[in-house]
């Protein structure tokens, strides 16, 4: 596609869908107070080289711990294809299989919004976020599940799921699971 076209969550954050009268090209239009967005401005400052990404979990592990306390029970020790650690094999097939697949992606990555929540896998094609649910016998982790899906389903998020049955047979499940977001795996 051409052109700019607005999310739920741009619509959340004021973001307005026009189209450019000769050329039909979508845009869109964004009220000043975008500016002073602070999930927005630190996107940026990122891009831009100004604070570092641990820096920016840092701040925010504190907040995370309290509620979740899942990155301190598992470190981030396994390591993919891509040169990417994570925290289970699980988590590294999956990261080795969109490798392989050449679809590119991001591991850990902070949701753009004002709470403090991570995505397993995020693919910048699609907009899609990838969660792999493996503890399903804690309780702790099944609450922690149960608030994320409450956070993707609020803003409107693509999200696919993945569970341990899953991973033996991710050359099955992903390809089809992808391509409901407009993403060819093969």
Same mark, same amino acid.
């Given at each position: 596609?051409?052109?700019?076209?607005?999310?739920?969550?741009?619509? !959340?954050?004021?973001?307005?869908?026009?189209?450019?009268?000769?050329?039909?090209? #979508?845009?869109?239009?964004?009220?000043?107070?975008?500016?002073?967005?602070?999930?927005?401005?630190?996107?940026?400052?990122?891009?831009?080289?100004?604070?570092?990404?641990?820096?920016?979990?840092?701040?925010?592990?504190?907040?995370?711990?309290?509620?979740?306390?899942?990155?301190?029970?598992?470190? !981030?020790?396994?390591?993919?294809?891509?040169?990417?650690?994570?925290?289970?094999? !699980?988590?590294?097939?999956?990261?080795?299989?969109?490798?392989?697949?050449?679809?590119?992606?991001?591991?850990?990555?902070?949701? #753009?919004?004002?709470?403090?929540?991570?995505?397993?896998?995020?693919? #910048?094609?699609?907009?899609?976020?990838?969660?792999?649910?493996?503890?399903?016998?804690?309780?702790?982790?099944?609450?922690?599940?149960?608030?994320?899906?409450?956070?993707?389903?609020?803003?409107?998020?693509?999200?696919?799921?993945?569970?341990? !049955?899953?991973?033996?047979?991710?050359?099955?499940?992903? #390809?089809?699971?992808?391509?409901?977001?407009?993403?060819?795996?093969?």
């Amino acid at each position: 596609m051409k052109g700019w076209k607005v999310t739920k969550l741009g619509e !959340a954050l004021g973001g307005r869908q026009f189209e450019f009268e000769q050329t039909g090209v #979508p845009y869109v239009s964004w009220n000043e107070s975008i500016l002073r967005n602070k999930t927005i401005l630190e996107t940026f400052k990122a891009l831009n080289g100004e604070v570092e990404e641990e820096s920016v979990r840092d701040s925010n592990s504190a907040k995370q711990n309290e509620t979740l306390g899942f990155r301190e029970k598992f470190e !981030a020790k396994h390591r993919a294809a891509d040169g990417h650690y994570v925290r289970s094999r !699980a988590e590294m097939l999956i990261d080795n299989w969109l490798y392989m697949s050449e679809i590119v992606h991001a591991y850990e990555r902070k949701l #753009p919004i004002e709470e403090d929540v991570y995505c397993d896998f995020y693919l #910048p094609v699609g907009k899609v976020y990838i969660e792999f649910w493996g503890i399903e016998s804690d309780e702790k982790y099944l609450e922690r599940k149960r608030v994320k899906l409450d956070i993707y389903k609020k803003y409107g998020f693509n999200l696919i799921e993945i569970d341990d !049955a899953d991973i033996q047979n991710l050359d099955d499940i992903l #390809p089809k699971k992808l391509l409901k977001f407009g993403i060819q795996a093969y």
